[in-house]
């Protein structure tokens, strides 16, 4: 089975901080993503990227950034933490191509900025 | 831009009922219909949907996708205790990577 691993299942910052997350995959998958989830609001995509060094903003790419150095690591950037940035984030990858199932997740960061 | 909508957003039910979650979409070029399963954790994927009227089915769980009318249903007969969870739908274009946009997701409760 396809892994996909976030390196801190909970985490507390203080504002202004800059914070990585990181996710690791074990399955060659070339798609990999940042969602942030919130009550009320869903998943919201953050940024991907569909191989290495290559990356998309999503629609709320706004105080983050990303990094791709190499094909099974994708870390998320909170270039200077902000209490609006407290959430769930969840990191999923997916093969390349658009018929061979769904994404596969890791079991989510979430993230407290005080 | 791509647009997710989920009915009802929360549902309860008792063991043994059926019950059916309502999934409508817009999108560009439309390549697929996922829905995923969430317990406490992360999402667990669950159908993959891409043509018109081809029933999916796993076990108590089954969904169908309308292409025409840009809906799709999951159905979940006999439930348990353990189908508690949000249900999300998602939809993924054929121009994105492979990303997809959400709904809100459907919070299933079951009571015994």
């Known amino acids: 089975d396809v892994k996909v691993t976030q390196s801190s299942r909970y985490l507390v910052k203080r504002t202004g901080e800059k914070v990585f997350l990181e996710c690791v995959q074990d399955?060659?998958?070339?798609?990999m993503f940042w969602y942030r989830q919130d009550p009320g609001l869903g998943l919201r995509l953050i940024y991907f990227?569909?191989?290495?060094?290559?990356?998309e903003k999503g629609d709320i790419p706004e105080g983050y950034s990303v990094s791709r150095e190499k094909k099974e690591r994708f870390s998320l950037i909170l270039e200077s933490a902000s209490t609006n940035q407290t959430s769930m984030y969840l990191c999923a990858s997916k093969v390349f191509g658009g018929l061979n199932g769904g994404y596969t997740f890791g079991s989510g960061t979430r993230l407290t900025v005080v | 831009e791509d647009k997710v909508v989920q009915s009802p957003l929360s549902l309860v039910v008792h063991e043994g009922d059926t019950v059916t979650l309502n999934c409508s979409y817009e999108v560009t070029n439309f390549r697929s219909l996922l829905w995923y399963k969430q317990e406490k954790k992360a999402p667990t994927f669950l159908f993959m949907l891409?043509?018109?009227?081809i029933e999916k089915k796993s076990g108590r769980l089954s969904s169908i996708l309308d292409k025409k009318e840009l809906f799709s249903i999951l159905n979940i007969t006999a439930t348990q205790t353990g189908d508690s969870a949000v249900y999300l739908c998602a939809v993924e274009a054929r121009t994105n990577a492979g990303k997809s946009t959400f709904g809100d997701g459907t919070t299933l409760t079951v009571k015994p």
């Open positions: 399955m060659d998958h070339e798609n």
């Open positions: 990227s569909y191989d290495v060094k290559m990356k």
């Open positions: 891409t043509s018109s009227g």
